[in-house]
């Protein structure tokens, strides 16, 4: 969450860059989110509700890509885009898709929660 309002306060990160949240099952972005547990839902609803506090729609996004085929072009569109690429996740045991969104070139901000803080250090990626 703390992403999303550094985002929302920053005029010249908003100016510069888009942020898109990639966040499996939601087909619909903000419009499904009742088909994820109420944690997710709590979370969600707070980045919509300071979306609207801060009028950002179009400048953020909620994202669901349905395989790996798809990940790897979003992540090259993403990046022509000037996006940055978040990992909402509460525990992600390897971490493997901040690695790929960097290596395309997308800035990461990710959890430091599970392997992708080791990764990314170990990487030269993360500080």
Known sequence: MGVVRAYARSKELQ???NLV???RGLKNGFEDI???SEKEQRIIGEIKR???DHNLFGKISLFDVPGQEELASAYRYFVR???IFVLPAFYEPF???PIEAAAVGLAVVATKNGAQLSLLIKAN???
């Open 81 to 83: 885009k000037r996006s």
């Open 34 to 36: 009742n088909k994820l």
């Open 125 to 127: 990626m993360g500080f």
């Open 15 to 17: 100016n510069r860059t």
């Open 95 to 97: 971490g493997l898709a």
């Open 21 to 23: 949240i990639f966040v």
């Open 50 to 52: 300071i979306m609207e």
